[in-house]
């Protein structure tokens, strides 16, 4: 079903992630403690796709998403869609609420140097809405981690 750009009561909101797998193991070798794991690869990588979603409406039921994204390249795995609930709100005026998940096979994943497709709400597709590369910030990276004997420090504590 089409949106109906004209219903300005209902409102989407869509929590959309990536997750990899990259096809590594950490093996153990043999040797006293502290010796670290290898690291081996099991399998190419492989990524999922999933699409935590609510729809609110204050005049009328609201309609779900469409799982369709338009790609071939993503694959429905799994699919979760709540029954619609209706609560109310201070005034008495009544919300109705659908919710739901979609999760994606990602047949070729995004590699690290492409963009990560989030989306667009139905009601303004000019708000397409994409993660580049040169989006991420190197925040992550913390202090050296060192081993040593039976006991690790991370970051100044043992």
Excluded: R
């Excluded at 990536?18 to 502290?34: K, L, R, S």
């Excluded at 071939?72 to 919300?95: Q, Y």
């Excluded at 979609?102 to 047949?107: G, N, T």
């Amino acid at each position: 079903m089409t949106f109906d750009s004209n219903n300005t009561n209902t409102v989407y909101a869509a929590y959309v992630s990536y997750v990899w797998d990259y096809g590594i193991e950490g093996t153990p070798i043999a040797g006293p403690p502290g010796t670290p794991c290898e690291v081996i690869s099991d399998h190419a990588p492989t990524c999922w796709k999933i699409v935590n979603w609510c729809v609110q409406s204050y005049d009328g039921n609201p309609l779900p998403l469409d799982p369709d994204t338009g790609t071939s390249n993503e694959v429905v795995k799994l699919k979760a869609i709540g029954a619609p609930f209706k609560s109310e709100m201070v005034d008495g005026t009544p919300v109705m609420t659908i919710a739901g998940t979609y999760v994606y096979i990602v047949l070729v994943p995004p590699s690290d140097t492409d963009p990560l497709v989030i989306g667009t709400p139905p009601y303004d597709p000019s708000l397409w809405t994409v993660i580049n590369p040169s989006d991420f910030v190197k925040a992550l990276a913390g202090a050296q981690v060192t081993l040593g004997g039976l006991g690790a420090t991370y970051g100044g504590q043992q």
